[in-house]
């Protein structure tokens, strides 16, 4: 009780002195005093916990899950803000329990950072896992891709009897952590028509996990994300659980899918774009289906979905739509870049570039993003963050006119200068990395543009 009061008391004087939403300090805080508080507070879940991690799409996946839990009647509990290590699960379940310790939650659904999952899986002992693709990311934080395999590989071993692995099968990195798993649901896109002959610049995952031989790749979605086989036949792709047998991207606005797993078949029509979020929306279903819901009740309950903060956000600067699309490593921001020309006819452009601990320190990343995608798109690029110059030089390389490029260092002035270099009915596409959106997303809530992203509710985007 000592522990729960304290970081309670955190919560409540972090957001009355308005340093943020008590969405981390109060797990610090209690588990100093109760190491042990998270085990504790979950005990409490009658149906468990289902916990979600991998490179990409971790917070999107955990929402659409969420959603489609919470419209079966199910009470959740979870970390929405993405504070995403076990001080921001913890203070997820703090948060939500009474001053009593009573905690008015059956399910617990938490994302989690790779580095992080084993030892949220030794406390919280959740019945379901969710793997959603591994790429390479914050190198200085993970070391390369074996080793954050590595560490999901682990939780996936010494996870609680019985636990349930949702792995997407067209990731072969991720598909090899099902390997003498006992329960296994295997998720993916059967869509041939959306595949692309070659591998992208920046894909990973490109060598048998079993004999090392170079992958045959049928086709690729994005990245190494497609349909692979071994030459020697060592390893393929599974054949997935639940599957989505076509995938049409209608603009910025919504996305089609028709999902089966095998006994049901059902049209899912939701407010996102982009193949990245096809993944995730298939892999929620899979996992709803893996905690007892059909496809088609989970299809129903996706079509009033909002997105998650920062993930195709919408909302209005000065007058102009906006949305923002968080992009953190290669493979991600090349998919947001993707999706916001390809569909979205994006011409107007904000990118936010930081090299804060969560972000990573090391940028040289921005080399294997494809920025000359924007070469002929691009009528105006405002670029700003911390290592905006790095930026400029990277479109600099990409042969990017000069005249079309702006950089502005006050995050305010950034966003009114995209706003005023945007032509009527066109969109601005803001692309940050993490530390940057919430910079981004701290300007345009002070100004009333959106929600504070710890309290899960938009802002009416409309004029």
């Not at 054949?239 to 049901?264: C, F, K, N, W, Y």
Request: charged share 20%.
């Amino acid at each position: 009780m000592a522990a729960l009061w304290a970081g309670k008391l955190t919560a409540s004087l972090s957001r009355g002195l308005r340093r943020g939403g008590g969405t981390t300090l109060p797990g610090d805080v209690s588990r100093w005093v109760d190491p042990k508080i998270l085990t504790t507070l979950s005990r409490s879940l009658d149906q468990g916990a289902v916990v979600v991690t991998g490179t990409n799409g971790k917070t999107t996946t955990a929402a659409l899950l969420r959603h489609i839990l919470e419209a079966q009647g199910r009470r959740t509990v979870a970390n929405q803000a993405g504070a995403n290590l076990i001080y921001g699960v913890t203070a997820a379940m703090v948060n939500r329990a009474t001053w009593s310790g009573r905690l008015n939650a059956n399910v617990g659904l938490f994302e989690i950072d790779e580095a992080s999952l084993p030892r949220l899986v030794q406390e919280i002992a959740p019945g379901t896992i969710i793997v959603t693709n591994l790429f390479r990311d914050q190198l200085d934080r993970y070391g390369e891709l074996e080793t954050t395999a590595a560490h999901i590989r682990r939780a996936l071993v010494k996870g609680p009897e019985g636990v349930t692995a949702v792995l997407n099968a067209d990731d072969p990195m991720v598909a090899a952590l099902g390997d003498g798993l006992p329960r296994v649901v295997y998720a993916g896109l059967d869509d041939p028509t959306l595949l692309q002959p070659e591998l992208s610049h920046g894909a990973d995952a490109k060598f048998c996990p079993r004999c090392g031989s170079p992958f045959v790749f049928d086709g690729v979605y994005f990245g190494h994300v497609g349909h692979y086989h071994c030459p020697r036949g060592d390893f393929a792709r599974p054949s997935p659980d639940v599957r989505a047998t076509s995938v049409a991207i209608e603009g910025m606005e919504r996305m089609r899918l028709r999902i089966s797993d095998g006994a049901q078949e059902a049209d899912v029509v939701i407010p996102l774009s982009g193949l990245y979020n096809a993944y995730n929306v298939v892999l929620a279903i899979a996992a709803a289906r893996a905690l007892g819901v059909p496809v088609a009740r989970s299809a129903a309950a996706l079509r009033d979905f909002t997105p998650a903060f920062g993930r195709m956000e919408r909302t209005m600067i000065d007058g102009r739509p906006a949305v923002l699309l968080l992009a953190k490593n290669p493979t991600g921001f090349n998919e947001v870049l993707r999706t916001a020309i390809q569909f979205g006819k994006g011409s107007s452009f904000l990118i936010a570039l930081n090299d804060r601990i969560a972000d990573g320190r090391d940028v040289s990343w921005i080399w294997d993003v494809n920025f000359e995608q924007l070469k002929d798109a691009a009528v105006h690029i405002v670029v700003s963050g911390d290592r905006a110059h790095d930026l400029r030089v990277r479109l600099k390389y990409a042969e990017i006119p000069a005249d079309r490029i702006e950089v502005v260092s006050d995050w305010r002035s950034a966003l009114k200068r995209a706003s005023a270099s945007t032509a009527d009915g066109q969109t601005i596409f803001i692309l940050p990395t993490y530390t940057a959106m919430l910079e981004l997303r701290a300007v345009l809530t002070r100004d009333g543009a959106l929600q504070p992203y710890w309290q899960g509710r938009a802002v009416d985007a409309k004029p």
